[in-house]
Structure formats: structure tokens, C-alpha cells
Nanobody, 126 residues
Framework: QVQLVESGGGLVQTGDSLRLSCTAS????????LAWFRQAPGKELESVAA????????YYTDPVKGRFTTSRDNAKNTLYLQMNSLKPEDTAVYYC???????????????????WGQGTQVTVSS
């Protein structure tokens, strides 16, 4: 059973950058479509970014376009989320998610994914 562990969260100031990592154990990620979701206090879980199994396609929610970049290193079994120009509204618990992928497919709904990490807190102060 593949297990996902996020890392890299923390407390930063507006305009700062962070890179989140999601590392898999118990299996290889190269056949999985991957995604990042986040949940802010009192709000619903929302999709942030996603990347296809073959890395040919990516998706970003509008509020993060141009600021966040997701990538994957299959050799390291790791998914990344580079977050630049962070804003207070980016404050949330960030989760990575995985599901067996199909080539260029990207999923943007939580129901598309069946494997989840435990989350990492990102707090952006104003």
C-alpha cells in the first residue's frame, strides 16, 4: 500500500516562498496521477494543482496560477509544490493525493483520488 507524507510547510510572511514535498513509501509513484489540495480553517477542501502520470498535463486553480508550480520526480518518488509570492489567503493545511493514472489525465476533484497524505500546515502572515 502506497503511503504519502507531506513536508515543507511552515510559517512565512507575505511574498515569501515555500516548497512542499510529498514523498511516497510502499510503492512507486510513476504510474500515479498526483495532486495538491488545501483546506483553510472553516472552508471546504479545494483543489490547488494536479499533474498527470506522464507529467504532460498540469492543472492549477485560478488563485494560484502564475505563483505555484507542481512537478514530480519519479526517480525520487516525490511530488513537489513550489509556492511563490505567498499571500495570507494561501494559509491552509496542504494535502497531496494520488490515484492510478492514465497517461495525460489530471483529476481536479477530491473524489478522483484514493490515496492521501496527512497534510502539512502553511501559514502566511500579513
Amino acid at each position: 500500500q502506497v503511503q504519502l507524507v507531506e513536508s515543507g510547510g511552515g510559517l512565512v510572511q507575505t511574498g515569501d516562498s515555500l516548497r512542499l514535498s510529498c514523498t511516497a513509501s510502499g510503492g512507486a509513484l510513476h504510474t500515479y496521477a498526483l495532486a495538491w489540495f488545501r483546506q483553510a480553517p472553516g472552508k471546504e477542501l479545494e483543489s490547488v494543482a494536479a499533474i498527470s502520470w506522464n507529467a504532460m498535463n498540469t492543472y492549477y486553480t485560478d488563485p494560484v496560477k502564475g505563483r505555484f508550480t507542481t512537478s514530480r520526480d519519479n526517480a525520487k518518488n516525490t511530488l513537489y509544490l513550489q509556492m511563490n509570492s505567498l499571500k495570507p489567503e494561501d494559509t491552509a493545511v496542504y494535502y497531496c493525493a494520488a490515484t492510478v493514472g492514465r497517461a495525460a489525465w489530471v483529476g481536479i476533484d477530491r473524489d478522483d483520488y484514493n490515496l492521501w497524505g496527512q497534510g502539512t500546515q502553511v501559514t502566511v502572515s500579513s
